[in-house]
């Protein structure tokens, strides 16, 4: 059985403690990546849990994927950010995969 829209925002609320761990370990830029990632859990937390689970994650990696468009954080030697937020829609994706249709 699929999970519910509940079930799997908690799945994207692990995935991002997973990235912001690593985000705070980056050796490179781990402000931007850090900064990044909140970014994307402040926009995710709009997000209505509303329908199913793939309703509601497609919600979730849309507005993600507006953010990651328009991110940049100047202040990063490496990465501007927008890979780390990109990181966290693949997770999703893949999550979302994991449970099928």
Excluded: N
Excluded at 34 to 56: I, P
Excluded at 70 to 96: F, H, N
């Amino acid at each position: 059985m699929a999970p519910s829209a509940e079930e799997f925002r908690d799945r994207i609320i692990a995935i991002m403690a997973d990235r912001q761990a690593a985000a705070s370990a980056s050796p490179y830029d781990w402000k931007v990546c850090v900064g990044a990632v909140s970014a994307a859990r402040s926009e995710f937390e709009k997000v209505v849990v509303a329908g199913t689970a793939h309703d509601y994650a497609a919600d979730v990696i849309a507005r993600l994927e507006r953010l990651r468009d328009a991110y940049y954080d100047p202040d990063g030697e490496y990465t501007s950010g927008r890979s780390d937020i990109g990181t966290v829609i693949e997770k999703i994706r893949k999550a979302l995969r994991s449970i099928g249709q």
